[in-house]
């Protein structure tokens, strides 16, 4: 495309991640006459998403697929031509492992992430005691909570289950979402579903029998999440940001520029600061921050200190992923499944393991296996700090007690996320309507990301784009022309 016009309003985006692109995207797309800016502190696009292809293996730092049971993702990808390059998880291996006792069991066939929508599977499950089975059966016959304020996920299982549900499939399932702890995450924030689950159908149990008719055959008999719902890039997630950043104005994204602080001028546009190797100062009619929100509390500090600390109080959690390969003849275990997710109750130094070289084609030479390994999260914060090689220790450890793994892998890459995966405890929606009302007060401010309201990139792509329409409007308003 040609090089952007400075002559007309002009907008940085601050933040070069998914939520950053799909920003700038959607701009170019409304077909918005304004100069676009993306200013990324990196020396590459992507933010946590970044692929690495290496002797035949394709390695994710990130997030490795994304869900299409909701449509932004999708849709984008669609518009943008890219639709033919997403892969199907493989259909022979649907199906996910909780640990128990030491010891990989699959999670009953039919249960999502709360609840079952299918009798036997339970009933025959060794994961749980029969008491629990029990309970469970008679979640239908639970009442529905008449308090409509909101309540950890936590919580909410234990009242409708128990808490042996909770402890060796709930919790060990959120976990590996969210890398949190489910007592504080916010159920309205993070799994709205079931809590209209309850309002309508007075029973998560009777509610998902009445949809399960209505789903493929292939996810009734999956376990632990609907996964012929997830689809990957063909090459990785960065082949899906390289095609974002393709569509881009020539010229519009500045990297290794990070912002250190901005400010708002009496006309109501706004100076931006950049630093690197030539640190400068330019001007904007409208700012986007699409950055963690604490990256956004500090560039906000000199701006509104109150919408910084609200920013700031929005607690995150991180992890390292420890991917590693292995010769698939070193493996006694299978491998008929996607992944495993481990309990706390479990006292392991690991959340979860995906077997990325059965879930996607590609992703491992012939004979060889690809698995990642996660460590740390919220409920074993301490761990991400760990050196390289004691993380690597931790996998390879981890891995050959659950897999029957003979031997060492044979290659090991070490992704470190601090304080990348936002929290969304209890109350969370509240804050964020705090913040969204007071960042309104400023003429031309605008804020996306993931801290808001959803982790997924579907979630930060959703979000993009109705704050682009949202400058889009502000623009075409009397106030933005002015």
């Excluded at 970044?50 to 990130?62: A, I, M, N, Q």
């Excluded at 518009?79 to 493989?90: A, I, S």
């Excluded at 950055?291 to 109080?313: C, F, H, K, M, Y």
């Amino acid at each position: 495309m040609d090089q952007p016009d400075l002559s007309r309003r002009r907008v940085a985006i601050i933040g070069g991640g998914i939520s950053g692109l799909s920003v700038a995207q959607r701009l170019v797309e409304l077909g918005e006459p304004c100069a676009i800016t993306v200013l990324e502190d990196r020396a590459r696009l992507g933010g946590v998403l970044e692929t690495v292809h290496e002797d035949g293996y394709l390695f994710e730092s990130g997030a490795d697929n994304f869900i299409t049971n909701v449509p932004w993702a999708v849709d984008l990808c669609r518009r943008m031509g890219f639709e033919d390059q997403l892969l199907q998880t493989g259909e022979r291996h649907r199906g996910a492992f909780v640990v128990r006792r030491g010891r990989l069991r699959k999670i009953p066939q039919g249960f999502i992430i709360m609840a079952p929508s299918r009798t036997w599977p339970v009933v025959a499950t060794p994961i749980l005691g029969p008491l629990a089975k029990l309970r469970m059966a008679a979640e239908y016959f639970v009442p529905k909570r008449k308090d409509d304020s909101d309540e950890s996920l936590a919580a909410f299982v234990v009242r409708r289950f128990c808490r042996q549900t909770y402890d060796r499939l709930v919790q060990p399932l959120i976990g590996g979402i969210y890398t949190g702890d489910p007592s504080k995450l916010s159920l309205q924030s993070t799994m709205p579903r079931f809590r209209e689950m309850e309002k309508e159908h007075g029973s998560l149990i009777r509610a998902i029998m009445s949809q399960a008719s209505k789903r493929p055959e292939s996810d009734r008999n999956s376990s632990g999440g609907r996964y012929s719902m997830f689809v990957a890039p063909r090459d990785g997630v960065t082949s899906f940001i390289d095609a974002i950043a393709a569509r881009l104005p020539t010229g519009s994204v500045q990297l290794n520029a990070p912002v250190t602080e901005i400010q708002q001028q009496p006309d109501n546009t706004w100076n931006v600061s950049i630093g690197g190797e030539t640190p400068r100062t330019e001007t904007f009619d409208a700012v986007v921050l699409a950055t963690q929100a604490r990256s956004a509390s500090r560039i906000l500090s000199d701006v509104d200190q109150p919408l910084s600390e609200q920013l700031g109080d929005i607690h995150h959690s991180g992890c390292a992923i420890v991917s590693l390969t292995y010769q698939r003849s070193d493996i006694s275990h299978p491998l008929d499944g996607f992944g495993f997710v481990v309990p706390a109750v479990e006292r392991r130094k690991i959340i979860s393991g995906s077997f990325s070289s059965v879930k996607y084609a590609g992703r491992a030479p012939d004979g060889s296996c690809l698995i990642r390994v996660f460590i740390g999260g919220a409920m074993q914060q301490e761990l991400v700090d760990l050196p390289d090689d004691q993380l690597r220790e931790i996998a390879e450890t981890e891995l050959r007690e659950l897999l029957g793994i003979r031997g060492d892998s044979n290659h090991a890459r070490i992704a470190r996320l601090p304080n990348t995966m936002p929290q969304y405890y209890v109350g969370h929606a509240q804050r964020v309507e705090t913040i969204r009302d007071r960042a309104a007060s400023k003429t031309g401010l605008f804020l996306t990301g993931n801290a808001f309201e959803g982790v997924g990139i579907p979630f930060c792509i959703r979000g993009g784009e109705q704050t682009a329409e949202q400058v889009r409007d502000f623009f075409n308003s009397e106030q933005g022309v002015a």
